[in-house]
T-cell receptor
Framework: QKEVEQDPGPLSVPEGAIVSLNCTYSNSAFQYFMWYRQYSRKGPELLMYTYSSGNKEDGRFTAQVDKSSKYISLFIRDSQPSDSATYLC???????????FGAGTRLFVKA | DAGVTQSPTHLIKTRGQQVTLRCSPKSGHDTVSWYQQALGQGPQFIFQYYEEEERQRGNFPDRFSGHQFPNYSSELNVNALLLGDSALYLC??????????????FGDGTRLSIL
């Protein structure tokens, strides 16, 4: 079993839809949770960085962490064609230096 | 303000050869991590350098080695290349702290192809 599980998709939605992306994990020591966006032929771009449980909002993006269920989510409101990319979840233990990534979910937003 | 820069962008090698990839961290960052990303997969942690020393290593063989210079730039060396080493190699930098809890910022990677 992988430490971080993420549905690879692809996920296709119409422009303006609310997108929900999710990851589950098995290591209860993970305390730092991240979401990255990766366009084709580019490196991952940090979208959200959260510590422990709770919600964090930044513009159209909302990250949620539920440590009791070992489940994290990223919501994208009013999705745009420019949001079409691969979204990677990532996690890290406190005091650890290794970040563990999910396999990424490919998102397509249709105009 | 320059972000993380990597060179070269593309590289083609043959099996058995050796390769060196280079990374300059984002301004103000002193910690560098290297990742391998196979097609359709998430990045896999290779190792992290802080204060010119490797402070954690992922599940990669000794053929993978690295170095960090006093100006915080870094190199990744891979010896005895195998076909399975074909991947996108990503460098990420962050502000250093003892706990390693600062967010990482990535470069656009070096795409390595092994023939």
């Amino acid at each position: 079993q992988k430490e971080v599980e993420q549905d690879p998709g692809p996920l296709s939605v119409p422009e303006g839809a609310i997108v929900s992306l999710n990851c589950t994990y098995s290591n209860s020591a993970f305390q730092y949770f991240m979401w990255y966006r990766q366009y084709s032929r580019k490196g991952p771009e940090l979208l959200m960085y959260t510590y422990s449980s709770g919600n964090k909002e930044d513009g159209r993006f909302t990250a949620q962490v539920d440590k009791s269920s070992k489940y994290i989510s990223l919501f994208i409101r009013d999705s745009q064609p420019s949001d079409s990319a691969t979204y990677l979840c990532a996690m890290k233990e406190t005091g650890g230096f290794k970040t563990i990534f999910g396999a990424g979910t490919r998102l397509f937003v249709k105009a | 303000d320059a972000g993380v820069t990597q060179s070269p962008t593309h590289l083609i090698k043959t099996r058995g050869q050796q390769v060196t990839l280079r990374c300059s961290p984002k301004s103000g960052h002193d910690t560098v991590s290297w990742y391998q990303q196979a097609l359709g997969q998430g990045p896999q942690f290779i190792f992290q350098y802080y204060e010119e020393e490797e402070r954690q290593r992922g599940n990669f063989p000794d053929r993978f080695s690295g170095h960090q210079f006093p100006n915080y730039s870094s190199e990744l060396n891979v010896n005895a290349l195998l076909l399975g080493d074909s991947a996108l190699y990503l460098c990420a930098s962050s502000r250093g702290d003892a706990a390693g809890n600062q967010p990482q910022h990535f470069g656009d990677g070096t795409r390595l192809s092994i023939l």
